[in-house]
């Protein structure tokens, strides 16, 4: 993957004027402003001494020269590249992040739209259309974001950095082929800031292992408004890391009262048979469904909601390998299929409030004029800093912190 370490794209996000829906969105101006290359010396003597390992692994002179022409030293990549939202975030955040309620409406309408290709699709690499929608839908919003940061900037910035240089250097080659074949241009060759590209956030060594030519036009187009080839692309990637036809992801379960939690995680899997033992049910009532060897989640604790997963959830980590990625996904495929929202409650957070009037003090904070973004329920940077703006502006302590107290206030 890109910034996750494994095989793909980034975060974390169809059909556009191809299917009627809404048009691409481009980062928003302070973002594309932020991403501009940045004078960097010592960046320079690396990229000087990287053309010489290129030229040895058979990249041309004409491609590296116009694959750097307008690259260069992007700073907030490496930034990025250390705060990642699905490792630093709660589930319940997360979720609030890549699959909001007016998300998902979105998202039925768009792979409605788009079912006879999904269902196609589908059938050749056995893989759910609903699962290759919410793998889009989390990657780009739908098609909707797939990032404008040149991938060339992105990736050698990357490999400058070090941390990963190894892995992005190779990703750098990757992309310095694509542009050698023809496949796309310096000027399209954009995505996120990790270098993952198109719908479904390959990064360029997944690309050239898995990308396919499904409306056969002879080329592995993953960047247009079509989305058909990133959609086959990313079932092709699942089917050969391992998915099962006809496994679920999970379900989301009840646990018995007093139940013993030292069995759960995915180091420790048993058979849908010993979970139905233990008195695990699934949350909306009914049989457990088959899930071979499952492991039990509980990411909020045990009183938050619980999940069963089966082997084919650790296929979708190898697309990301943290956990709430793989939840986000499994959760965001039901809810393409018509599914209501979780059942289990995630109660109140370490300050005492609940989603709801989380949203609800952001609301307020923006009422009062003190820019908290969207009222989402997920308390950033962004929350903190208004909150101590209108605590500062009332004479107030300055917190930045969100409190029931703050919360009457506005």
Not at 71 to 76: D, L, S, T
Not at 179 to 208: E, K
Not at 236 to 243: A, D, K, P, T, V
């Amino acid at each position: 993957m890109d910034r996750r370490g494994f095989t793909l794209g980034a975060a974390g996000l169809v059909a556009l004027s191809a299917c009627g829906a809404a048009p691409r969105a481009p980062l928003p101006a302070a973002d594309a402003a932020t991403f501009r290359p940045q004078p960097n010396p010592a960046y320079d003597a690396w990229v000087a001494a990287f053309r010489g390992r290129a030229a040895a692994q058979g990249i041309s002179a004409a491609t590296l020269e116009a694959a750097f022409s307008n690259a260069g030293f992007v700073p907030e990549v490496i930034e990025r590249d250390r705060n990642q939202a699905e490792f630093k975030r709660s589930l319940e955040d997360y979720l609030a992040l890549v699959a909001p309620e007016d998300k998902i409406a979105f998202g039925r309408t768009v792979v409605a739209r788009l079912s006879g290709t999904l269902s196609a699709i589908a059938d050749r690499y056995g893989v759910p259309a609903q699962i290759i929608g919410a793998v889009w839908g989390v990657e780009s919003y739908f098609g909707t974001r797939r990032g404008e940061i040149p991938v060339v900037s992105a990736t050698s910035t990357l490999a400058f950095d070090g941390r990963r240089g190894r892995f992005f250097e190779a990703n750098l080659i990757e992309a310095l082929r694509i542009l050698q074949r023809g496949d796309t241009t310096p000027a399209q060759l954009r995505g996120s800031w990790a270098g993952a590209m198109g719908h479904t956030q390959f990064i360029p060594t997944t690309y050239a292992l898995h990308a396919v030519d499904f409306d056969g036009d002879g080329r592995r187009d993953v960047w247009s408004d079509d989305p058909t080839d990133a959609l086959a692309s990313t079932a092709n990637f699942l089917r050969e890391n391992g998915w099962r036809p006809g496994l679920p992801w999970g379900v989301e379960v009840r646990l018995p009262g007093g139940f013993d939690t030292r069995g759960t995680g995915r180091g420790n899997r048993r058979p849908t048979s010993a979970w139905r033992s233990l008195g695990v049910v699934p949350a909306r009532g009914g049989a457990l469904p088959e899930l071979g060897d499952a492991a039990l989640l509980t990411p909020s604790g045990t009183t938050g909601p619980a999940f069963l997963v089966s082997r084919n959830f650790d296929t979708i980590l190898r697309y990301n390998p943290s956990e709430n990625y793989g939840l986000g996904v499994g959760i965001l495929s039901d809810r393409l299929t018509g599914a209501g929202p979780l059942v289990g409650d995630f109660g109140p957070d370490a300050t005492g409030l609940r989603q709801s009037e989380r949203k609800a003090l952001q609301a307020g904070l923006n009422r009062a004029g003190f820019d908290a973004g969207s009222p989402d329920g997920v308390i950033g940077d962004k929350t903190r800093a208004a909150i101590a703006a209108f605590q500062r502006a009332r004479g107030l302590p300055v917190t930045g912190v969100p409190s029931r107290e703050l919360l009457a206030q506005l």
